[in-house]
């Protein structure tokens, strides 16, 4: 638990559907397991749903039309939360806090000491959430404030996206961030098109590139690196980074317990991660933010 004189509250939007359900479960059981109030937020304060096939792995292969075969999994088991991630997810459709959201529209800066905004990309339902205008000035005045904030996976693009009262720019301005690395997203995408939902290719891509555009343009890492002021300020592992192998491969997810497969920015109270596999230890470094602030 704990030791602050008052029970310091995180808010996480989500979309009503399609989120990421390690980005949302594994940080809400982090932050509640040590103590902080964590609700959340959609775009009309109706239900929430994951990603399910996220949740589940099925219809992720290419035999996944199959009503018998569907539930064989290969990419699935690849791409799918693992158990750690499904149990919690389990436990937060249970959360009274998740079951009775906010709206966008009724989110307000001083009732809350952290932000937390997770990932998804399936296009159905993440748009409506990084492209709200009312849930992106929420963060650009939220980020003003120097509260901590955290981001992971594609909740960076929202970040990117929202601009800053103050300074007229992206929040992400000046700052150093990672998010899902370009590497990641097309070797997804890539196991759709070959190996996956051959029917829907496109089901890792939230956002695809139009005729004239480079390859990857409206990848993750290229959208937020446009917002920052300087190409490098996007972080990734480098090889001499220690447990480069299992930070990079996208094979390993982290722990509580086990910080090798982890790859986390901090710049100030921002924090960033990449994908789901480093949901435990972004979260762990957010708590420590929270905590410090």
Not at 101 to 119: A, Q, T
Not at 235 to 261: C, H, I, M, N, W
Request: aromatic share 12%; charged share 25%; glycine share 8%.
């Amino acid at each position: 638990m704990n030791h602050n004189p008052r029970q310091k509250i995180v808010i996480i939007p989500i979309p009503n559907q399609d989120f990421d359900p390690t980005e949302v479960a594994v940080p809400w059981k982090v932050l509640t397991d040590l103590g902080y109030k964590v609700v959340f937020a959609t775009p009309d304060g109706g239900s929430a749903a994951a990603d399910a096939f996220m949740v589940t792995g099925e219809e992720l292969d290419l035999w996944g039309k199959i009503p018998v075969l569907k539930k064989a999994k290969l990419v699935g088991l690849m791409l799918r939360a693992d158990h750690r991630a499904r149990s919690a997810y389990a436990a937060l459709t249970k959360d009274s806090a998740f079951l009775t959201p906010l709206k966008y529209s009724d989110l307000r800066v001083e009732d809350y000491d952290g932000l937390l905004l997770p990932g998804g990309h399936r296009a159905r339902g993440m748009r409506a959430f990084l492209e709200s205008k009312t849930l992106q000035d929420f963060v650009g005045a939220f980020f003003d404030s120097g509260k901590p904030a955290a981001a992971i996976c594609h909740g960076v693009v929202l970040a990117a996206r929202s601009i800053s009262p103050s300074t007229g720019k992206s929040v992400l301005y000046g700052r150093k961030t990672t998010a899902l690395t370009w590497k990641m997203e097309r070797t997804a995408s890539r196991l759709m098109k070959f190996l996956g939902r051959v029917w829907d290719a496109d089901y890792y891509r939230t956002y695809t590139e139009k005729q004239g555009d480079p390859v990857g343009y409206w990848s993750v890492q290229a959208e937020v690196t446009r917002a920052l002021a300087r190409p490098e300020d996007f972080q990734d592992v480098t090889p001499e980074t220690p447990y480069f192998f299992r930070k990079d491969s996208g094979l390993f997810r982290d722990r509580v317990e086990d910080a090798r497969a982890s790859f986390i920015v901090e710049d100030g109270n921002y924090i960033s991660a990449r994908w789901p596999g480093d949901a435990h230890q972004f979260a762990l470094a957010f708590a420590a933010r929270l905590q410090a602030s």
